[in-house]
Protein backbone atom coordinates (compact mmCIF):
# COMPACT_ATOMS: atom_id res chain seq x y z
CA UNK A 1 0.00 0.00 0.00
CA UNK A 2 1.16 3.33 -0.97
CA UNK A 3 0.49 5.91 1.87
CA UNK A 4 1.47 8.93 -0.43
CA UNK A 5 0.95 10.70 -4.03
CA UNK A 6 3.48 12.01 -5.93
CA UNK A 7 2.46 14.45 -8.27
CA UNK A 8 3.76 17.79 -10.21
CA UNK A 9 6.71 16.12 -12.78
CA UNK A 10 6.87 17.07 -16.48
CA UNK A 11 9.15 18.77 -18.91
CA UNK A 12 11.32 21.84 -18.55
CA UNK A 13 14.33 23.00 -19.97
CA UNK A 14 17.18 23.56 -18.50
CA UNK A 15 17.40 26.34 -15.82
CA UNK A 16 13.51 25.90 -15.02
CA UNK A 17 11.37 24.82 -12.26
CA UNK A 18 8.84 22.55 -11.14
CA UNK A 19 7.43 22.19 -8.22
CA UNK A 20 6.76 18.50 -7.00
CA UNK A 21 3.64 17.67 -4.53
CA UNK A 22 3.18 14.69 -1.89
CA UNK A 23 -0.27 14.50 -0.54
CA UNK A 24 -1.36 11.62 2.09
CA UNK A 25 -4.60 10.04 2.66
CA UNK A 26 -5.99 7.78 5.32
CA UNK A 27 -3.11 9.34 8.18
CA UNK A 28 -1.51 12.74 8.98
CA UNK A 29 1.78 13.50 8.22
CA UNK A 30 2.17 15.86 10.91
CA UNK A 31 4.39 12.93 13.31
CA UNK A 32 6.62 12.18 10.76
CA UNK A 33 9.98 12.20 8.49
CA UNK A 34 8.96 13.00 4.65
CA UNK A 35 11.76 12.37 2.03
CA UNK A 36 12.38 12.29 -2.07
CA UNK A 37 14.17 10.45 -3.85
CA UNK A 38 14.59 9.84 -7.47
CA UNK A 39 16.31 7.25 -9.75
CA UNK A 40 17.77 8.05 -13.06
CA UNK A 41 17.47 5.52 -15.77
CA UNK A 42 20.21 2.83 -15.51
CA UNK A 43 21.31 4.67 -11.92
CA UNK A 44 20.57 3.31 -8.28
CA UNK A 45 17.85 5.35 -6.51
CA UNK A 46 19.38 8.22 -4.57
CA UNK A 47 18.18 10.19 -1.41
CA UNK A 48 17.29 14.06 -2.69
CA UNK A 49 16.17 15.99 0.27
CA UNK A 50 14.06 14.99 3.62
CA UNK A 51 12.20 17.15 5.80
CA UNK A 52 11.43 15.93 9.51
CA UNK A 53 8.67 16.67 11.60
CA UNK A 54 10.07 19.43 13.59
CA UNK A 55 10.81 20.71 10.10
CA UNK A 56 14.66 20.40 9.76
CA UNK A 57 15.98 19.41 6.66
CA UNK A 58 18.62 18.18 4.56
CA UNK A 59 19.31 17.75 0.50
CA UNK A 60 21.99 16.12 -1.25
CA UNK A 61 25.06 18.21 -2.32
CA UNK A 62 24.14 17.86 -5.92
CA UNK A 63 20.78 20.07 -5.04
CA UNK A 64 21.56 22.23 -2.07
CA UNK A 65 20.64 26.06 -3.15
CA UNK A 66 18.63 24.83 -5.78
CA UNK A 67 15.93 22.39 -4.10
CA UNK A 68 13.86 23.83 -1.65
CA UNK A 69 11.71 20.37 0.93
CA UNK A 70 8.75 22.20 2.64
CA UNK A 71 5.68 20.13 3.75
CA UNK A 72 2.09 22.36 4.95
CA UNK A 73 0.39 19.60 7.56
CA UNK A 74 -2.92 21.31 7.34
CA UNK A 75 -2.79 20.21 3.66
CA UNK A 76 -1.43 17.29 4.82
CA UNK A 77 1.01 17.93 1.34
CA UNK A 78 4.79 17.92 1.31
CA UNK A 79 6.62 19.94 -1.54
CA UNK A 80 10.20 19.98 -3.15
CA UNK A 81 10.73 23.31 -4.95
CA UNK A 82 13.29 22.61 -7.71
CA UNK A 83 14.72 25.85 -9.30
CA UNK A 84 17.84 25.82 -12.15
CA UNK A 85 17.22 22.82 -13.22
CA UNK A 86 20.11 21.10 -14.72
CA UNK A 87 19.58 17.44 -17.56
CA UNK A 88 21.70 15.74 -14.73
CA UNK A 89 18.05 15.98 -12.80
CA UNK A 90 16.11 13.98 -14.79
CA UNK A 91 14.44 11.12 -12.85
CA UNK A 92 11.69 9.62 -11.06
CA UNK A 93 10.96 11.38 -8.25
CA UNK A 94 9.36 9.50 -5.47
CA UNK A 95 8.31 10.41 -2.29
CA UNK A 96 8.33 8.47 1.27
CA UNK A 97 7.61 8.55 4.70
CA UNK A 98 9.34 7.18 7.39
CA UNK A 99 9.99 7.69 11.10
CA UNK A 100 13.14 10.28 10.92
CA UNK A 101 15.68 11.79 8.42
CA UNK A 102 17.42 10.21 6.32
CA UNK A 103 14.93 7.89 6.09
CA UNK A 104 16.05 4.00 6.11
CA UNK A 105 12.65 2.56 5.75
CA UNK A 106 10.04 3.52 4.50
CA UNK A 107 6.13 3.26 5.30
CA UNK A 108 4.47 0.91 3.06
CA UNK A 109 5.61 0.46 -0.34
CA UNK A 110 7.30 2.64 -3.61
CA UNK A 111 5.02 4.32 -4.86
CA UNK A 112 5.09 5.02 -9.25
CA UNK A 113 6.59 8.55 -8.98
CA UNK A 114 6.44 11.52 -10.81
CA UNK A 115 9.17 12.03 -14.20
CA UNK A 116 10.99 15.10 -14.46
CA UNK A 117 12.74 15.58 -17.47
CA UNK A 118 15.06 18.56 -18.41
CA UNK A 119 16.18 18.95 -21.48
CA UNK A 120 16.22 21.79 -24.34
Known amino acids: QVPVVESGGGLVQPGGSLRLSCAAS????????IGWFRQAPGKEREGVSCISSDGSTNYTDSVKGRFTISRDNARNTAYLQMNTLKPEDTAVYFC??????????????WGPGTQVTVSS
Open 96 to 109: VVGWRCPIRAIFGS
Open 26 to 33: GFTLDYYA
